[in-house]
């Protein structure tokens, strides 16, 4: 089965709540995008989106310039069902492969997708376009598996992480600012130890 009839599949077959990696408030991630100070109109990239209750509370928060970009269309129309599109721009694509990514952003979102990309071709692609996308100054705020973590997620195989892992894979560009780990508690109880890392775009 190709990726995205894999992803369609679990949002096809599941409720978003049941999913093992809902989040009911994206709680690490609001966190760390207060201390940001970002200006409203700022353009945030959220990578593999999903249907996350992360762009809700963006809008409540009055962020404007929301692109989301998954695979899974599924997923997106749940989001677009749910939020609209007068703030929020939606990509159905592989972060991988994709073509129609937007310039000039100020924060990346990554919470467990970067994770799968376990092909060092794909890596590099991942690499290029989060290089291209963000704007210097910009924020890159990305949450793996860590290293004690599950090695499948959503029966796929993952990479796990440590902070010094994702530094060295974005490499001279990008200046951590934050690291920590998180232990996210599934719909079905079982818990799920993330890393997640904050950086800056530096040049
Ligand atoms: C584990 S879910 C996480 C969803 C969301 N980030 C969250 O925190 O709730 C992984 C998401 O990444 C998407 N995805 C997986 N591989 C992808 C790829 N190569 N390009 C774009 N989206 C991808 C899936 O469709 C799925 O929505």
């Known amino acids: 089965m190709d990726l995205k009839s894999h992803w369609n599949k679990s949002y096809q077959l599941n409720s978003i709540e049941k999913l093992g990696w809902f989040e009911k408030l994206a709680e690490p991630c609001l966190n760390i995008i207060g201390e940001l100070n970002l200006a409203s109109t700022d353009k945030i990239l959220i990578i593999g989106s999903g249907a996350?209750?992360?762009?809700?509370?963006?809008?409540?928060?009055?962020?404007?310039?929301?692109?989301?970009?998954?695979?899974?269309?599924?997923?997106?129309?749940?989001?677009?069902?749910?939020?609209?599109?007068s703030r929020v721009r939606y990509i159905?694509?592989?972060?991988?492969?994709?073509?129609?990514?937007?310039?000039?952003?100020?924060?990346?979102?990554?919470?467990?997708?970067?994770?799968?990309?376990?092909?060092?071709t794909k890596l590099d692609k991942y690499k290029n376009a989060i290089n291209n996308s963000?704007?210097?100054?910009?924020?890159?705020?990305?949450?793996?598996?860590?290293?004690?973590?599950?090695?499948?997620?959503?029966?796929?195989?993952?990479?796990?992480?440590?902070?010094?892992?994702?530094?060295?894979?974005?490499?001279?560009?990008?200046?951590?600012?934050?690291d920590f780990r998180h232990v996210y508690t599934m719909p079905s109880g079982n818990l799920r130890p993330y890393t997640y890392t904050l950086f800056q775009k530096i040049k």
């Open 52 to 85: 996350t209750t992360l762009v809700d509370s963006l809008i409540e928060l009055d962020y404007q310039n929301i692109i989301a970009l998954d695979i899974s269309d599924i997923a997106l129309n749940t989001l677009k069902l749910r939020n609209g599109e």
């Open 134 to 178: 963000l704007t210097i100054g910009g924020y890159a705020l990305i949450a793996t598996y860590a290293l004690d973590g599950a090695e499948k997620c959503n029966c796929l195989p993952v990479k796990r992480y440590s902070a010094d892992m994702i530094t060295e894979f974005l490499g001279k560009s990008f200046k951590l600012l934050k």
């Open 92 to 120: 159905v694509d592989d972060i991988t492969t994709t073509d129609k990514l937007v310039n000039d952003i100020m924060l990346w979102q990554d919470r467990a997708v970067l994770h799968f990309i376990t092909d060092d």
